[in-house]
């Protein structure tokens, strides 16, 4: 029905209850997952609800630089992080883990142990490593496991990413590249040990 956001947008101010259900629809599930990425499952549903209140009184305001779900993103990352301040868990950039896996080229030191499955996509399709994956993600500092949702999951670039949560593209590098690092020793440690 609404195929672009010029088309969307007018009826979104005009207060059409069928562009309502249209942008719930279409950007519910990925602003709800941010949220969750940010600051976790118990407040992600109020600061979503927050942001659409944002949305909804500054749509007037939005001069279409970006694309609308980016705009969006960016108004739920903004709530997200202001509710994890008041939160007091505010997560900073520099207090994070040493790794020493990669050397001064970004490549690894050391390959991988070997593989006890088939292949690697033996074990990466078992259930028991998705599960842990999810716990390993879901324990990310807030801004990485929103960083590795964004570009891995949702697709965004950099630049989008550096928009949606207000950080320079070095600092989504460096928050890529960590929460990345985590993810693989999880894998390690779980191709290892069988356990998570």
Not at 157 to 180: P, Y
Request: include cysteine; proline fraction near 3%.
């Amino acid at each position: 029905m609404y195929d672009t956001d010029s088309e969307l947008i007018p009826a979104l101010i005009n207060k059409e209850d069928s562009a309502y259900r249209f942008a719930v629809k279409n950007y519910q599930g990925a602003m709800l997952y941010l949220a969750r990425s940010i600051i976790g499952t118990k407040l992600a549903d109020e600061v979503v609800q927050e942001a659409w209140f944002s949305v909804l009184k500054n749509l007037p305001k939005f001069q279409q630089k970006s694309r609308l779900k980016t705009w969006i993103l960016t108004i739920v990352a903004n709530e997200a992080k202001g509710r994890l301040r008041k939160e007091k868990r505010q997560v900073s950039l520099d207090a994070a883990d040493d790794d020493s896996r990669f050397d001064q080229n970004g490549h690894w030191k050391l390959p991988f142990a070997q593989w006890h499955a088939e292949s690697p996509e033996a074990l990466l399709a078992s259930e028991e490593l998705g599960d842990c994956l999810q716990k390993q993600i879901g324990a990310l500092p807030a801004l990485q496991g929103a960083t590795l949702n964004l570009k891995e999951r949702q697709g965004y670039s950099l630049a989008e990413i550096c928009n949606i949560l207000d950080v320079t593209e070095s600092n989504v590098r460096v928050l890529l590249h960590r929460a990345r690092s985590r993810t693989f020793r999880a894998i390690e440690h779980f191709q290892e040990t069988g356990e998570c």
